[in-house]
């Protein structure tokens, strides 16, 4: 199973066009990305792969106040997939409130019973006989990788912490940026990042992840519309190269950082799901080890490419390739502007009551802070605060928005 997973991914991208793929050096040696794929299954068999991505680069800490909601903070392939899987789900919603009679073959309406507030009240539901599976070309950056860093260095000895590489949280642990100070395993970190690079404020893929196993994969935003009980990752798959079973269950297992969590549950339909993770004996032909062995100094494209339905973008900084910087024409499907836009949509053709009040909001913090996702950030707050010390919040994106209708 784990390999006929690699294979829709892998399949599904090389059949993409070529202003897709990473460029070229003069040499003739592509640079390499990492890819993720998320691939929904069905109790029938039947497997597709619904949301896939490359993509290795973040933006700045200092360049997300000005990101108005039209740049993409973190651009790392695994991330950007799960953005395009909650782009695919919202769109599912939006053609069954145009049509109820409708049948998606992955989200359902809930009945009036199934909306308690043990189990969460929105209107939707990730269909119970869907499986969610994702394959990730390289191991998670972060918890989950650093044995795989500590091996790939020349001196084994770890790198010292500076003053700028870590962060105090109020009431958390230190923040270690990027991969430095390999030798501290469990702990969250940042995005990797060169030494002379801007700093981020963005968490690792590994601890992303993490947290996921309890928020489910749903974004604040799908969380409004579809119920987080069946949204949660069944399995990761990763290159054979790539897995490293202790990293793995340290950082995502119960017998790990998150064993605090273990058996927990909140209200919502939230609790502690620990996903799967499996190897594969698939290498993608763009990722760091197939480039490697045909250059000594193998680059990493600035090129992300986002694959999900009809939508086909490829972004660069963070937005649309070709477009400028601040240019709303260049805000990606999966942005948060264009993503509230379609929440929006979906929000007004329902009218809920009780979602009413989101189309008054008069900006997205104020959504992020509607009292029906209060159950929501409970459970974040709980994880980071038991589970991930050291977490910091991003900087913050504030943009208005005009009311809906």
């Not at 009040?357 to 997205?364: D, E, F, I, M, N």
């Amino acid at each position: 199973m784990d390999d006929y997973i690699a294979n829709t991914v892998l399949d599904q991208y090389a059949a993409l066009p070529e202003r897709f793929k990473p460029a070229r050096d003069s040499d003739g040696v592509s640079h390499w990305v990492p890819l993720a794929g998320i691939v929904l299954g069905d109790s029938s068999g039947r497997h597709e792969c619904v949301a896939l991505a490359t993509g290795a680069k973040c933006l700045p800490a200092a360049k997300v106040p000005a990101a108005n909601g039209c740049v993409l903070h973190d651009s790392h392939a695994e991330i950007l997939s799960i953005r395009l899987l909650n782009y695919f789900l919202i769109q599912e919603c939006h053609a069954l409130a145009q049509d109820r009679h409708r049948i998606s073959p992955y989200i359902r309406w809930r009945d009036e019973k199934e909306q308690t507030i043990h189990r969460g009240l929105q209107p939707f539901t990730v269909k119970e006989s869907i499986k969610i599976f994702m394959y990730c070309s390289e191991a998670p950056c972060g918890d989950a990788s650093m044995e795989l860093t500590i091996q790939a260095q020349e001196d084994a000895t770890p790198w010292p912490v500076s003053d700028e590489a870590s962060s105090e949280g109020v009431g958390m642990g230190p923040t270690l940026r990027g991969r430095g100070s390999f030798s501290e395993l469990g702990m969250v970190r940042r995005k990797p990042a060169r030494g002379d690079s801007p700093p981020t404020l963005s968490k690792s893929c590994s601890d992303k992840l993490a947290l996921k196993q309890c928020t489910s994969l749903l974004s604040s935003l799908a969380t409004l519309l579809i119920s987080p009980e069946n949204a949660y990752l069944h399995r990761l798959i990763l290159p054979s190269s790539q897995h490293v079973p202790e990293a793995c269950e340290r950082a995502f297992g119960a017998s790990g950082r998150m064993c605090l969590m273990a058996d927990k549950t909140w209200p919502g339909g939230f609790g502690f799901r620990p996903f799967q993770v499996g190897s594969s004996k698939r290498v993608f032909g763009f990722s760091r080890e197939a480039i490697a062995s045909r250059t000594s100094d193998p680059k990493v494209s600035n090129l992300a490419a986002l694959k999900t339905g009809n939508v086909q973008e490829t972004v660069i900084n963070g937005i649309l390739q070709g477009r400028r910087q601040g240019d709303i024409r260049g805000a990606s499907a999966v942005s948060r502007r264009r993503l509230l836009q379609a929440t929006f949509e979906i929000i007004s053709l329902l009218a809920i009551p009780r979602l009413l009040p989101t189309l008054t909001a008069g900006s997205y913090q104020q959504v992020k802070g509607l009292e029906s996702l209060t159950g929501r950030r409970i459970v974040k707050k709980d994880v980071i605060e038991r589970s991930l010390s050291g977490w910091l919040p991003n900087t913050v994106d504030y943009f208005s928005i005009e009311p809906f209708g």
